[in-house]
T-cell receptor, first 112, second 117 residues
Framework: AQSVTQLDSHVSVSEGTPVLLRCNYS??????LFWYVQHPNKGLQLLLK??????LVKGINGFEAEFKKSETSFHLTKPSAHMSDAAEYFC??????????FGPGTSLSVIP | NAGVTQTPKFQVLKTGQSMTLQCAQD?????MSWYRQDPGMGLRLIHY???????DQGEVPNGYNVSRSTTEDFPLRLLSAAPSQTSVYFC????????????????FGAGSRLTVL
């Protein structure tokens, strides 16, 4: 079965400190993985995507994610959090040519 | 470019009423889809379409109907609203289908917040 797990429902960091949002997946074939961000009362915006090229993927706003097949993980990181990073983050797995599965989301709070 | 436009942004219904959530995109995208977002559950796929005249069910299709008569429009119909359908609904599109190698990623609308009393 294909699934996406986001290990933390809520993460709180201080401004200027690193961000780590964890995502694990289960897939019976080579996955395509995405991270989306949703700011309050807004739609979803793509941060980055992995489609079997480089395992370290750089996205917008200083975010990056590393695909680790041995750990079935695709964790999202950022070296230094900014207040504007406060949002909901979704890890997403492609299951077939026309369907995707969203993780439950991680809410990121940034403390001044 | 307007992207993906959803209307209405907010709607309150009584149990048993019907309504249609509209979704339109001006990017000539083949693939369109509807999701509902509920706290702690991420986004769940309701219905999707890979082209005009073609629709299929997603993870949670019960209580919802869709049609795709044109490339641009993909309305979501609630025939008899229930309180369990209180949610935020998102329409998304891509060209080609989102899982296709090299595909563009999903472009989302701003969402429609539905409350069923």
């Amino acid at each position: 079965a294909q699934s996406v797990t986001q290990l933390d429902s809520h993460v709180s960091v201080s401004e200027g400190t690193p961000v780590l949002l964890r995502c694990n997946y289960s897939s019976s074939y080579s996955p395509s993985l995405f991270w989306y961000v949703q700011h309050p009362n807004k739609g979803l915006q793509l941060l980055l995507k992995y489609t079997s090229a480089a395992t370290l993927v750089k996205g917008i706003n200083g975010f990056e994610a590393e695909f680790k097949k041995s750990e079935t993980s695709f964790h999202l990181t950022k070296p230094s959090a900014h207040m504007s990073d406060a949002a909901e983050y979704f890890c997403v797995l492609k299951t077939s040519y026309d369907k995707v599965i969203f993780g439950p989301g991680t809410s990121l709070s940034v403390i001044p | 470019n307007a992207g993906v436009t959803q209307t209405p942004k907010f709607q309150v219904l009584k149990t048993g009423q019907s309504m249609t959530l509209q979704c339109a995109q001006d990017m000539n995208h083949e693939y369109m889809s509807w999701y509902r977002q509920d706290p702690g559950m991420g986004l769940r796929l309701i219905h999707y379409s890979v082209g005009a005249g073609i629709t299929d069910q997603g993870e949670v299709p019960n209580g919802y109907n869709v049609s795709r008569s044109t490339t641009e429009d993909f309305p979501l119909r609630l025939l008899s609203a229930a309180p369990s359908q209180t949610s935020v609904y998102f329409c998304a599109s891509s060209f080609p289908s989102p899982g296709t190698t090299g595909a563009n990623v999903l472009t989302f609308g701003a969402g429609s917040r539905l409350t069923v009393l």
